[in-house]
Nanobody, 126 residues
């Protein structure tokens, strides 16, 4: 069974850090582009960061550049999102998703992602 499971969300004060994990089963993450999306109440889903399938390059939304870092541990078949200097506007449900259709340009393009996790809540208090 193909599955993505996120963990690591929680409540943190502004300026704090969290590390989200996205564990895959039933397929090999290395063969897919992996993206972290987020969705806040009343807002559209936003692509936050991705690792491309073609060359492993990483890409970030402008709103998180310099604060978030995406990484992949192939041995654990897990992708991480290290989030530092968190702001109240980072509050959202965070989802990881996998795509075998995208190459270098992986940020956004939600409709091209085949598999999705259930999401993990991140709440940043001011």
């Amino acid at each position: 069974e193909v599955q993505l499971v996120e963990s690591g969300g929680g409540l943190v004060q502004a300026g704090g850090s969290l590390r989200l994990s996205c564990a895959a089963s039933g397929f090999t993450l290395d063969d897919y582009a992996i993206q972290w999306f987020r969705q806040a109440p009343g807002k559209e889903r936003e692509g936050v960061s991705c690792i491309s399938r073609s060359d492993g390059s990483t890409h970030y939304a402008e709103s998180v550049k310099g604060r978030f870092t995406i990484s992949r541990d192939n041995a654990k078949n897990t992708v991480y999102l290290q989030m530092n200097t968190l702001k109240p506007e980072d509050t959202a449900v965070y989802y990881c998703a996998a795509s075998n259709a995208l190459g270098y340009y992986c940020l956004g393009y939600g409709n091209h992602y085949n598999y999705w996790g259930q999401g993990t809540q991140v709440t940043v208090s001011s």
